[in-house]
């Protein structure tokens, strides 16, 4: 048993990884580091958001979400009603029924035994007596030094190459001319310095995204569904960062869930230790 910032918490490990997850709210995964490294991950614990639910505390690390955004129903607090379930090769963390949601999550990690990789199982039971659209939204906080990088293009969409095959998605409070971005014919690269908020989506072909920092490459793969309605103007990608951290965000598509189902996301964690940065 360990604490994150007064909270308890349980570290569970591999050969060359350990993973600290929240035990009594969320589910969050709060620490992610090669054994005997630093942290990885965002450490926030004082940054909250208001809602008519209660406060929202960011905490850091890794949560799951569900999309579309939207105040409050997505910032319901998590303070609380978790559980922790060890298992043989890693932890279940499941959170309690939403208020104003109805929407439980849970997400189930299992490391490999050798590797530096995690396969995390996200999901969202619908509690509800009615059906509800929704799509599970993964969403990993790393703290700022860092270069994330988003691929954008994958073969022709048809053979003459006359059609469009790729597209930028921005928020409001994002500025194109953000000196943080830099676009490439086939990648979107984030600086993750301090600054105004800024938050950008696409549809990415390949199914991953990275992160490298401190001389260690951190990579987030998942399933490409195309031809599936996504949200956010069709974005299964996206990046948001700010003063304070930078966030790798995965989505799944929409999914009409009806009362007690549940749909499921998962995403695969790979560390490798590379140096100088490199494109991977």
Known sequence: ???????PTCIISNATLELECLITAGPRIVGLRYIGSANLLAEVPSIAVSTTYGDFHYMGGHRLWHAP????????PDDDGCTFTQLSDGALLEGKREEGSGICKSIEIHLEHEAPRVRLLHTLMNENQWEVKLAPWAITMFRLGGRVLIPTRAEKVDLDGLLPDRHLTLWPYAHINDDRLKLQNDLIQINAQPGGSFKVGTFNPRGWMSYQIDGILFKKSFDVRSGQEHVDLGCNAECYCDQDFVELESLAPLSVLPAGEKVQWVETWELSRVGDLVRP
């Open 1 to 7: 048993m360990s604490e994150y910032y007064g909270r």
């Open 69 to 76: 955004e939207n105040m409050p129903r997505t910032y319901i």
